[in-house]
């Protein structure tokens, strides 16, 4: 019988590490989880520990990697991911994205393992091209109040490619573009979260600046499928991962709104520093080298979301995010 690939997966207690130890699962991997759960939450994972072939290590990557044994493939998903975070662990977000990357990066070269990292969105900041395609450079604040993370996501890349060319170790980069689905964290200041937690807690939806500026929102399933196929290739450049369906934030809060049969009323606060007026991937290179393209529909998508936030617990609705030291 073939031995099982071995799949490491980091910030595997977070939203997409957890749905990526599920797939992998699936396909009938042998997946470590590593996560500090500083932002992950081990209830995502909770079903996966019974499993012989899933185990979880507590431990922060960016210091340094101990894997006994064989492993096949790298997923570098730890990192804080939403503007909370930012501002209550700057630190720990640029530590992940620079230490955390080399330190998988030095274990995939000592394993000889393949090793994919999220990279985001993020890289191409404030956008002046659009819709974004991988040749973009980006416009990116670094001393802004999100240049610790989109920062961390160049350096990332960066420092990925180096170990690609110069020590021949087999790398990945997907950017990856809004994502939503379920796990989530309803308080993570997210548009998706918020905008839900809001109507489910009877208040307002807010929406900053004049609702004018876009995302583009891919369903959590699309993404784990475009991010497995990546995986698998051989293709070393960045490789946008996400959904071109644009919408602007005020007609999205117009959607949840219907949705959710409510009647919040929508309100207008300031556009906070550095947000992205527009957010669109070009995903030519995904369809060309992967045949990848989102399947769920924005609204079945955002359905199954909505339904998911609304059957945790009441208490859940008002959880304050965590406060970091």
Not at 54 to 66: L, N, T
Request: aromatic share 10%; glycine share 8%.
């Amino acid at each position: 019988m073939a031995q099982k690939k071995r799949v490491l997966i980091t910030g595997a207690a977070g939203f997409l590490g957890s749905h990526l130890c599920d797939r992998f699962i699936r396909e009938g991997c042998h997946v470590i989880g590593i996560d500090n759960l500083i932002t992950g939450n081990l209830q995502n994972i909770e079903h996966l520990f019974q499993l012989e072939h899933f185990e979880f290590h507590h431990h922060d990557v960016s210091k340094f990697i101990h894997i006994s044994g064989e492993l096949d493939y790298i997923l570098h998903f730890a990192s804080p991911a939403s503007p909370i975070d930012y501002v209550k662990i700057p630190i720990q977000t640029l530590k992940v994205g620079a230490m955390g990357t080399m330190n998988c990066l030095g274990l995939a070269k000592a394993k000889k393992a393949r090793m994919l990292v999220a990279s985001s969105s993020e890289v191409y900041g404030d956008p002046l091209v659009h819709p974004q395609t991988e040749e973009y450079w980006g416009n990116v604040n670094p001393v802004g109040p999100r240049g610790v993370y989109d920062e961390a996501k160049r350096y990332m890349e960066s420092i990925t490619m180096a170990y690609h060319n110069f020590h021949g170790v087999a790398t990945r980069i997907a950017r990856i573009f809004n994502t939503y689905g379920p796990r989530m964290r309803l308080n993570d200041g997210r548009v998706m979260p918020a905008f839900v937690g809001q109507v489910l807690r009877g208040e307002n939806i807010t929406v900053f600046g004049d609702g004018s500026q876009t995302r583009s929102f891919c369903f959590v399933d699309d993404l784990v499928e475009g991010i497995y196929r990546l995986l698998h290739s051989d293709y070393a450049m960045p490789v946008n991962i996400g959904n071109p369906d644009e919408i602007s934030l005020l007609d999205f809060a117009k959607e949840i709104r219907q949705l959710s049969g409510e009647r919040s009323e929508i309100v207008f606060k300031p556009l906070p520093v550095d947000d992205p007026k527009q957010r669109q991937p070009d995903i030519n290179k995904a369809k060309q080298l992967l045949g990848w393209e989102p399947k769920i529909d924005r609204k079945e998508g955002v359905r199954i979301t909505y339904n998911y936030f609304k059957s945790l617990p009441a208490e859940a609705l008002y959880l304050q995010p965590k406060v970091f030291n």
